[in-house]
């Protein structure tokens, strides 16, 4: 009788720690699974608040662009006064003048309530600080293949040349820092679409064409542009084509114009074989010649990116001194907030009038044209032979 006894009392301790060790296992998990329920639902809320404070700060660059639109037009009012006093306002340190005391946003305190639909009223929505600057050091963007850009040469003061800087680190098509900069033994080659990026050098930057068109703000005449009787260092329409190459820097000049003078090559520009401290890959510094007439130049760049796509950058220059450009592209910094969350966006906008055409014709593939003149209306053929 005692050892049955005993027996029973060892199996009785067995179930009694497989239960404790069961509700402990089980206890684990419902814990862990507790944990991760409420951590994702931590990233979720933090991921809606992260964009919603995003929103935020794009709600304040859009009041920031109507402050800009509001400056422009009452400076084309032609009233001094109150165009002074609205660009004192965008270039105040001070944040949410800009859309205050321009655009007359609803500041509650020190920042802007975004208005929200209905159930959006927890998320708290505002901007905290806007600030505009007029006044930039560059001139920034991006070309898609054989695209180009216009870009207004407006400086603070006066400039003699422009610095191009273009193929950043979003250029790149592999994942490496290194650039292919193209090395020929008989000099440039211009070579075919598909041997430009071809396999072994899909990091090989484009090629750009710069052309500068200015004017005297004297005055100028259409025969102006044809540079037929321009002076040495005097034009107002000239054309470089700016080649990717591993020479030192040289600071270039329009003079060697390919628009009116036959080049055997185009202008070789630095590049540097790595990416790895950021910046861009090419530069070509050019000096500008005078206008003709003389005075103050009112100036334009067109930009275009042959071969394939590229981020460029454009400085102005006095010499060697830095030229800030004067309401070209105006940056705009917005800090946006989502109950205690902020999140901070920097953008560039261009507000100058004008649109200006890329080309009187532009299409992708083969392009053909039939002339034909004639007093006969019977020698017209519908069917003409030329097909595109």
């Not at 402990?24 to 639902?41: A, E």
């Not at 054989?146 to 979003?170: C, H, Q, R």
């Not at 040289?250 to 401290?277: H, I, M, Q, Y």
């Not at 890329?358 to 392009?367: Q, Y």
Request: net charge negative.
């Amino acid at each position: 009788m005692k050892l049955m006894h005993t027996s029973k009392s060892q199996a009785g301790a067995v179930s009694l720690f497989i239960i404790v060790f069961t509700a402990l296992l089980i206890t684990i998990v419902t814990v862990s699974f507790v944990r991760l329920m409420l951590s994702d639902q931590q990233q979720a809320t933090t991921s809606d608040l992260s964009q919603s404070a995003y929103d935020s700060a794009q709600a304040g660059i859009e009041d920031a662009k109507r402050a800009l639109l509001f400056y422009q037009s009452e400076c084309a009012t032609g009233d001094v006064s109150r165009c002074a006093t609205a660009q004192n306002y965008l270039n105040s340190d001070t944040c949410n003048d800009a859309v205050n005391g321009v655009y007359a946003a609803d500041v509650s305190g020190q920042e802007v309530l975004v208005k929200q639909t209905q159930g959006d009223e927890s998320l708290q929505q505002a901007y905290t600080c806007v600030k505009v600057t007029l006044q930039t050091d560059d001139y920034i963007g991006s070309l898609n293949q054989d695209a180009s850009k216009l870009i207004p040469l407006i400086g603070v003061s006066g400039f003699n040349t422009i610095k191009i800087e273009w193929f950043s680190a979003k250029d790149l098509q592999s994942n490496t820092t290194t650039v292919d900069v193209p090395s020929f033994a008989r000099g440039p080659q211009l070579l075919t679409q598909a041997a430009w990026s071809a396999a072994g050098t899909p990091n090989r930057p484009s090629i750009m064409r710069a052309q500068l068109m200015q004017f005297s703000t004297s005055g100028f005449m259409l025969s102006d542009f044809d540079g037929d009787t321009n002076s040495a260092g005097v034009s107002d329409a000239n054309t470089l084509f700016l080649y990717p190459s591993n020479i030192v820097d040289t600071t270039k000049s329009f003079a060697s114009n390919a628009r009116k003078t036959a080049t055997s090559s185009p202008v070789l520009s630095t590049c540097s074989a790595t990416l790895g401290s950021g910046g861009y890959a090419c530069s070509a510094t050019i000096t500008l010649p005078d206008p003709i007439g003389g005075g103050s130049r009112q100036a334009y760049l067109n930009l275009a990116a042959i071969y394939k796509k590229a981020n460029y950058r454009i400085t102005l220059l006095n010499g060697s001194t830095p030229v800030q450009f004067n309401g070209v592209q105006p940056k705009i910094d917005s800090t946006g907030r989502a109950n205690d969350l902020f999140r901070r966006v920097e953008s560039r906008v261009e507000v100058l009038d004008g649109i200006y055409p890329d080309a009187a014709v532009d299409i992708t593939g083969s392009f053909c044209k039939d002339f034909l003149i004639t007093d006969n209306v019977a020698d017209y053929s519908a069917n003409a032979s030329c097909a595109p």
